[in-house]
């Protein structure tokens, strides 16, 4: 596949999500003030012989101590020749955190109370890319695609194992993480370092090899 071939799979990935996802997100912001939104983005180079990917970060913090973190992960598969995708946006309460770098701000992400999770794969041998997993632990009964006994199961082709969660708790336990955030204060909106400090601090890995949680939250 085709460099351009390939960044055009990413980025139709990329609008399906967010086209899908964002009447959900909308109603889970509540009417707390908007007071800072902040972004990163790290991308490598894409070829036909190496695998592509890009990561993206979006930070909203509220008046009332609330924040929104969405997570989105882009593959592109070339020797498959196809693309597969992880967004996981989760909503919580926030701290502010100290920090000496004159014209930053840094926030503390605590552990998450809900989580938006959506997993896409497709654009291979004709096949259109197309959503394989939708969860919001607020809304359990609404998970697709939905086994018989009420739990998320489904695999993203080429990238992990199949998955399955079996309650709200286990995905929230599982995906959740917490963050320490530290951001430019100025007009310019952005993450400059991103620290995870959950999960035994372990750096986020694009959610490409996951092991499911299997009761409670995982140590720090």
């Known amino acids: 596949m085709k460099k351009s071939n390939i960044l055009k799979l990413i980025v139709v990935a990329a609008i399906a999500c967010i086209t899908v996802i964002a009447t959900v997100a909308l109603s889970a912001c509540g009417s707390a003030k908007l007071v800072g939104t902040y972004k990163a983005y790290k991308a490598n180079n894409h070829s036909d012989a190496a695998d592509g990917y890009q990561h993206e970060y979006t930070l909203e913090v ?3 101590n609330t924040y ?8 592109a598969i070339p020797f498959w020749q196809g693309v597969s995708s992880r967004t996981v946006i989760q909503y919580g309460k926030y701290t502010k955190a100290t920090t000496e770098e004159e014209g930053k701000v840094a926030y503390e992400l605590g552990k998450p109370t809900r989580v938006i999770y959506m997993a896409m794969c497709g654009g291979y041998n004709g096949i259109p890319t197309d959503v394989k997993a939708f ?13 018989e006994d009420g739990s998320l199961v489904f695999a ?3 990238r992990s ?24 204060a100025s007009e310019l909106h952005r993450i400059t370092t991103l620290e995870v400090t959950s999960h035994g601090g372990k750096q986020i890995n694009g959610y490409d090899n996951i092991v499911v ?7 720090a």
């Open 68 to 75: 929104r973190m969405e997570y989105n992960a882009f593959y």
């Open 156 to 158: 993203l082709h080429s």
């Open 213 to 219: 949680e299997e009761e409670g939250w995982p140590a």
């Open 135 to 147: 969860a919001d632990t607020d809304n359990w009964d609404k998970i697709s695609p939905a086994n």
């Open 161 to 184: 194992e199949s998955e399955e969660y079996a309650s709200a708790e286990q995905l929230l336990n599982t995906l959740g993480r917490t963050y320490k955030v530290t951001c430019d």
């Open 62 to 64: 509220y008046g009332d």
